[in-house]
């Protein structure tokens, strides 16, 4: 909660900065679902495993600063949930989930004017807000070897921060002033939420498609 209050604090004080500048400048929300999974190999030598995907709802806070025409940094505070659900053989399941505050720093390059084709990519951290598990059912995959652990009790310690990489592709229209998008989005973790050494090697990745809407609440002159 501190954590987030820090970032929040932050984004003001970039808004006040940028309003100085008389820049243009849009303030937005943006939501849809994300779909989640970890690839991992439970032991060295062990083959690596996909888990099944975890869809959820996310939603984000947008700040957009247009340093060009059709360029741009664009700042989000994201609610984002990663997970997996593993199968065992039997058709038994484990699922956890785990919650973060994500803050994706990302450029902007736009291709059109009223209709607009637009990648976006950066690097992006987080905290992890809590974490959960919703059903366990087995301890070793189809292979024989160790299935993901849990996070959801006090003894699994998971790791707080995140980092990664995020990159995204969309279509957007002008309406006036403001502006309606619509976005894929892909998220790649290099930390990993394990703490206790039970996971030799884990990855979580995410795909997220999402509608976000924008209000030009600052032009250039």
Request: no cysteine.
């Given at each position: 909660m501190h954590?987030?209050?820090k970032?929040?604090?932050?984004?003001?004080l970039?808004?006040f900065?940028?309003?100085?500048m008389?820049?243009q400048?849009?303030?937005?929300?943006?939501?849809?679902?994300?779909?989640?999974?970890?690839?991992?190999?439970?032991a060295p030598g062990?083959?690596?495993r996909?888990?099944?995907?975890v869809?959820?709802?996310?939603?984000?806070?947008?700040?957009e600063?247009?340093?060009?025409?059709?360029?741009?940094?664009?700042l989000?505070?994201?609610w984002?949930?990663?997970g997996?659900?593993e199968q065992?053989?039997?058709?038994?399941?484990n699922?956890?989930?785990?919650?973060?505050?994500?803050?994706?720093v990302?450029?902007?390059?736009?291709?059109?004017?009223?209709?607009?084709?637009h990648?976006?990519?950066g690097?992006?951290f987080?905290?992890l807000?809590?974490?959960?598990?919703?059903?366990?059912?087995h301890?070793?995959?189809?292979l024989?070897?160790p299935?993901?652990?849990?996070y959801?009790?006090?003894?699994d310690?998971?790791?707080?921060?995140?980092?990664?990489?995020?990159?995204?592709?969309g279509l957007s229209?002008l309406?006036?002033?403001?502006?309606?998008?619509?976005?894929?989005?892909?998220?790649y973790?290099?930390?990993?939420?394990?703490?206790?050494?039970?996971?030799f090697?884990?990855?979580?990745?995410?795909?997220?498609?999402?509608?976000?809407?924008?209000?030009?609440?600052?032009?250039?002159?």
């Amino acid at each position: 909660m501190h954590a987030m209050l820090k970032i929040l604090l932050s984004l003001s004080l970039l808004l006040f900065v940028i309003a100085d500048m008389q820049a243009q400048t849009s303030l937005g929300v943006r939501a849809g679902y994300s779909s989640s999974n970890v690839s991992y190999r439970s032991a060295p030598g062990a083959p690596p495993r996909r888990t099944g995907d975890v869809l959820t709802p996310t939603y984000s806070f947008v700040i957009e600063q247009f340093f060009a025409d059709n360029a741009g940094v664009q700042l989000e505070v994201q609610w984002l949930t990663h997970g997996y659900a593993e199968q065992d053989t039997l058709g038994n399941v484990n699922e956890s989930r785990l919650n973060y505050m994500k803050v994706p720093v990302l450029s902007n390059f736009y291709i059109g004017n009223k209709n607009r084709f637009h990648i976006k990519m950066g690097p992006h951290f987080g905290m992890l807000l809590n974490a959960s598990d919703i059903r366990r059912t087995h301890e070793t995959n189809d292979l024989g070897l160790p299935s993901m652990p849990q996070y959801g009790r006090e003894t699994d310690a998971p790791q707080r921060f995140m980092y990664g990489l995020t990159g995204g592709v969309g279509l957007s229209r002008l309406l006036g002033r403001n502006t309606v998008q619509a976005e894929l989005r892909f998220g790649y973790e290099f930390g990993r939420p394990e703490g206790l050494d039970r996971v030799f090697d884990m990855n979580f990745s995410s795909l997220e498609l999402t509608l976000s809407y924008l209000f030009a609440v600052i032009r250039r002159p």
